[in-house]
């Protein structure tokens, strides 16, 4: 393979190759397809053994949690709500960053996403599985959970439609649905080619089957890239919505600290944050482990890292805001609730949400920190670490001193609580590595569309420019007139 | 389809001397003196008259100064993303952005005279029976909101002013260097003007109700800003292109992807607007309801009164354009998309409206005095932006993109 | 029989072969072969590309797909059955007062609408996109070539069907040949009790 080069720097005219690496696309398939069809290497093991053995630690601490019940939770009568509801705001976040690049990216025709999509809509797939399992189990009466879909019944029961834990059951459960039929049609094609490439029949027959027959007609690509784009119209706003949703859950209670009319935006910006750190962790592990560095390059990386820097402030905004905000309202609830946040017993879990959230992606505004792998390997781990606490500051810090102070008092999680958490990783690994090792981890059909021999229309002058005054009679000459492109 | 390039000229983009465009500042310069005389005079006439006066008067300038941070707001992201799409219509924006100064004069009645009859902060007397107010009166007093409004104009001007001058010296100069300067520049702006963007709302325009407050109220701001802007451009686009330049210039391209922002935008603001009323109705607290309560009920007499114009803003400024807005055809189709984008305009103006007045009215009312400072305002916007406009070429005739931007595709 | 999903006219006996595919080295080449291929008067033909090659409708003089009317349709149904469902269990089925609302509280089933319209239209757009594609079809004579197997890969193919009007054996493989493709072979058609072709 040859050299790694540097694409990070966008000339003024023209833009910088998206993958490097002199690929064409034959190699590319190559490239994309080889992990999938060569025997299970070692490393892959190293990642899917102990992932395998987190998702068991998962599975123990949930069924301790059936048979003996929420009391193995920190929880207690101020704090109501603890880790369960942090792990599903944190996980559905995680997920979004996989939508952003996949639709939202798309949109805005911002190609590089191509080599980056497929993995981080499986990871929005994953995430929002690990994300489903806690409103589930967090109920307590886990054999009644069906209660939050509306199945006629024989007690002629519904379920309560204008309550916000209904909504998350539609906005996750559709959000989850929409993605990962997104998810497969943008796969259909490169099942296509592994299924082409396949040697034995099982391969054939079960890549085969998912591919559908796939064959690269045109007339089957102009209804498919419109579907596409329509997919990716679609899931922009419901990825909006979905963490809308979800803050509304604390924002349409009148508890100082929850009930804030910026959740929703808010509470998205953070999602696609904590999401792009995730991709970020993943994509720098995969990248090395898959031999994709030209693929998955340096400018993809500070891209990402870029998006980072912009959603980190963002959420540095809302932060800022809020706190103006509780001042400014004079309600001396929303004053304590904030300046608890800040000062009192989880003033730690703030301040190490604001040192991860708002000062760890600060150094991306300099290139040379956007350009470092080490260092873009720890923010995004401590990013992620941030996000967790700042729905944990949200949670714990806004219930544990309520309107009663003789109720006061402070959530502490115990061994249960973080075994669910941790084990909800494995969960989160375990789906990732066998999407690595059986499915194609890049588009490859999509990535060949931004090689320069995709186009067309290569090499051909498209538009000529007469700077003005250099032709007395070019106008005579009677240019075309607008709407050409029309 | 015929192959071979498109020629494109640069002569015909730049405003011909004698033609309508060129006469525009005079005949729009003297419509705004007009009209601002007029409500000047009318504004003399009584006190109800003056307190009508400012506050029509602060929905023109809110109006046309959207427009023009919009425009700015535009500008900095086409750098910050390093798009090439919007070149051709970059100059327009970076114009109508240089209107800010102009607004920021306009703005002095409001902060020098107006005050009183505006802000209830502003009065003793119930500050001093207000105990809410005294506990805001370090950020709403009269020092701190002209130091402030004066540090936001700063701001939007110096950034106006820096990146319709660095596009304009490419012009002359084709330095590729001056697009990397604005490039790298272009993010901290961005932070600069949300956080100003954000505070002149809840200085100008939250604080018209000192009681009441909004987490989300800078986005609110900023959403029908960017709706504006995108409306005025396109109108100003179609506008010329119908005089005669732009030509093979502006295409279907480009009107589509200002056509997929304006709707994109449209859909936002919605989603802001419904986003802030739904989670203070939901939770129903009634230091927060009391803001909607006055929009939706208006007077024991006449409940409808303002509950109309709330409506009209829900299906006008969303519901209706919408639809409308969604089929590419008519994002492709020049006189649809005028209509598209003019109707945009005037819900954005009813929004400004509909914050301001309800602090005025209980019941909604209209006044002469709101057209007059209408036509005021917007006269001398015209102006500027018509003298701005005819200053060098329409487009930035050397920047490195422009050629990727006249060829550009839509997916 | 088998054959239904091609197409084909009734008297699909006549039809020794399906037709004639012929692979091109470049992106460019292809675009330029398919514009004389629609200009030269062809029907039942298609470009097969392993991705979609920026706007070759236009050189192949293809109509813009439909699907948007679909899933604007499904869409909306959606969203209006979930509207109607929020409103018929709070008004009539299960009417109960919660936080001092009234029963009909619209704002209230804005999220779940706006959701199940999404699920709808997206619903709409895939089945739709599969349907308007005859998709999944597992069967087709074009995997009876070898040659075709590059189409996932790196082959960009132009195939005309022999029932085409205008398909005249040699004739329409020295058309395309002449047009720059560097591979020209003739497809059998496929036997409808023959699997092998199965993919």
Redesign the interface.
């Known amino acids: 393979m040859a050299q790694s080069q540097d694409n990070t720097h ?5 833009r910088a190759p998206l993958i490097v690496g002199g690929y ?3 190699s590319l ?1 190559e490239a994309v397809a080889v992990p999938v069809e060569r025997k299970t290497p070692i490393g892959w093991w190293c990642f899917f053994l102990p992932s395998v053995a987190l998702l068991g630690l998962f599975g123990v601490s949930i069924g301790w949690l059936f048979w003996e019940g929420t009391g193995i939770w920190g929880l207690n009568n101020p704090v109501s709500w603890g880790f369960a509801i942090v792990n599903f705001v944190f996980w559905v976040g995680i997920g979004h960053a996989g939508t952003l690049i996949s639709a939202i990216l ?4 911002q190609k590089w996403r191509t080599s980056i999509n497929r993995a981080a809509e499986a990871m929005t797939i994953f995430a929002v599985m690990c994300a489903m399992v806690f409103p589930g189990i967090h109920v307590g009466r886990v054999w009644v959970a069906y209660w939050m879909f ?1 199945l006629p019944n024989q007690m ?7 309550s ?1 834990l ?2 998350d059951v ?2 996750v459960s ?1 959000y989850g ?2 993605s990962l ?2 998810w497969y ?1 943008g796969l ?2 490169d099942l ?2 592994i ?3 396949a040697k034995t029949r099982i391969r ?2 079960a890549y ?1 089957a998912f ?17 596409y ?3 990716a119209g ?2 922009t ?2 990825v ?2 979905v963490h ?2 979800v803050s ?1 859950d604390f ?4 508890l100082p600290g929850w ?7 808010y509470f998205v910006a953070g999602a696609i944050f904590s999401g792009f750190a995730m991709v970020m962790t993943l994509m720098l592990i995969c990248r090395v482990l898959f031999r994709m560095e030209n693929i998955i390059t340096m400018r993809h990386l500070e891209n990402m890292a870029k998006i980072m ?2 959603t980190g ?1 963002m959420v540095g ?2 932060y800022a ?2 706190m103006f ?1 509780a001042w ?4 001396p609830y929303e004053q304590f609730a904030f300046a608890n946040r800040a000062l009192g017993p989880y003033a730690w879990a703030y301040w190490i949400m604001v040192s991860c959230n708002v000062i760890t992606p600060q150094l991306f ?1 300099f290139k040379k920190m956007r350009n470092h792998i080490g260092w873009l390997f720890i923010s995004s781990i401590l990013i992620n670490i941030g996000m967790w606490f700042e729905r944990f500051v949200i949670v714990a810090s806004s219930l544990h001193r309520d309107f009663l102070p003789a109720s006061w008092d402070y959530y502490q999680a115990t061994f249960w609580d973080f075994a669910s958490l941790i084990g909800s990783f494995g969960l989160f690994f375990t789906m990732f590595c066998l999407f690595a090792r059986f499915l194609p981890m890049v588009a490859t ?2 990535v ?2 931004v090689l320069p ?6 090499g ?10 250099s032709d007395p009679d ?2 005579a ?1 009677a ?8 | 389809m015929s192959h071979g390039p498109r020629i494109v000229h640069l002569d015909q983009l730049v405003i011909r001397p004698g033609s309508g465009w060129a006469r525009l500042p005079l005949i729009a310069a003297a419509v705004g003196v007009v009209f601002t005389v007029v409500s000047v005079v009318l504004a003399m006439g009584s006190e109800e008259n003056a307190k009508q006066f400012f506050h029509s008067w602060l929905v023109a300038v809110i109006f046309f100064l959207g427009i023009g941070l919009g425009c700015l707001f535009f500008v900095l992201i086409q750098h910050a993303a390093k798009a090439g799409w919007g070149v051709v219509v970059r100059r327009l924006a970076e114009n109508l952005a240089c209107t800010v100064p102009l607004l920021a004069v306009l703005f002095v009645p409001v902060a020098a005279l107006g005050m009183y009859d505006l802000f209830h902060w502003t009065h003793a007397d119930a500050v001093a029976h207000d105990r809410l107010l005294q506990g805001k009166q370090p950020w709403l007093n009269e020092s701190g909101f002209r130091i402030r409004a004066a540090v936001y104009f700063a701001v939007w001007t110096a950034l106006a002013l820096f990146f319709r001058n660095a596009s304009r010296r490419q012009d002359e100069s084709g330095d590729e260097a001056l697009s990397h300067r604005m490039a790298r520049f272009s993010p901290v702006a961005v932070a600069l003007f949300a956080v100003t963007l954000t505070f002149a709302g809840f200085d100008w325009l939250m604080s018209l109700e000192p009681h009441w407050y909004s987490t989300m109220f800078g986005v609110y701001f900023f959403a029908g800003t960017i709706v504006s802007a995108l409306a005025a451009l396109i109108v100003l686009t179609l506008l010329l292109e119908s005089a005669g330049y732009f030509r093979g210039v502006i295409t279907g391209e480009h009107l589509h992807d200002l056509g997929k922002l304006l709707f994109a935008f449209t859909v936002f603001w919605a989603y802001i607007a419904f986003s802030q009323f739904f989670l203070i109705w939901y939770a129903n607290i009634p230091e927060e309801t009391n803001w909607f309560l006055s929009r939706l009920h208006g007077t024991p007499e006449n409940p409808a009164s303002w509950r109309a114009a709330t409506m009209l803003l829900a299906i006008g400024h969303f519901a209706i354009p919408f639809f409308f807005l969604m089929p590419r055809t008519i994002k492709r189709n020049r006189r649809l998309l005028m209509v598209g984008a003019l109707w945009m305009l005037a819900m954005h103006l009813w929004d400004v409206f509909w914050l301001v007045m309800p602090n005025l009215h209980r019941e909604m009312t209209f006044s002469l005095l709101d057209v007059t400072s209408l036509l005021g305002v917007g006269g001398l916007f015209a102006a500027t932006a018509g003298r701005l406009l005819s200053r060098g070429s329409l487009v930035p005739s050397r920047d490195p993109r422009l050629v990727e931007s006249l060829a550009f595709e839509n997916i | 029989m088998g054959l239904m999903h091609l197409d084909v006219p009734e008297a699909s006996g006549g039809y020794s072969h399906y037709g004639v595919l012929a692979r091109f080295r470049t992106a460019k080449a292809l675009y330029r072969a398919c514009e004389a291929v629609r200009d030269a008067g062809y029907s039942k033909w298609d470009a097969l590309t392993p991705f979609p090659v920026h706007g070759l409708e236009k050189a192949m003089g293809l109509k813009p797909s439909r699907l948007p009317f679909l899933v604007l349709a499904t869409g909306l149904t959606g969203a209006g059955l979930g509207f109607g469902l929020q409103s018929w269990v709070h008004i009539m089925a299960y009417p109960l007062v919660i936080s001092g609302k009234p029963l009909f509280t619209w704002p209230a089933f804005v999220p779940v609408t706006f959701e199940l319209g999404v699920l709808g239209a997206a619903l709409g757009a895939v089945l739709g996109m599969f349907a308007l594609n005859k998709l999944p079809t597992y069967h087709h004579p074009l995997f009876r070539s070898e040659n075709f197997a590059r189409v996932t890969d790196d082959g960009l193919f132009i195939a005309i069907e022999s029932w085409d009007p205008k398909y005249d054996d040699q004739a329409t493989a020295d058309f395309l040949s002449g047009l720059g493709a560097v591979e020209v072979e003739r497809v059998p058609i496929e036997d409808p009790r023959d699997d092998e072709g199965a993919a």
């Open positions: 966008e000339p003024a005219a023209g064409d696309f034959r398939t798309f949109l805005f025709r509306p002629d029961m519904w379920p309560n439609f204008r916000p209904i909504w539609f906005a559709i649905t929409v039929m997104f049609v259909i094609p296509a080619t299924r082409d490439r054939k027959l085969g591919a559908l027959g796939w064959r690269g007609s045109h007339r089957n690509w102009l209804h498919y890239e419109r579907a784009l329509m997919l679609l899931a706003p419901l909006l919505s809308s949703v509304m924002a349409t209670a009148q009930h804030t009319t910026i959740f929703p935006p820097l912009l402030c905004y809302a805001i809020e905000i400014y309202s004079g309600n505004w059909a999509e060949k569309t021999e995709a186009d067309p229309h290569q051909e002058e498209l538009v000529r420019v007469v700077p003005a005054g070019a106008l000459q240019a075309p007139a607008g709407g050409g492109g029309a």
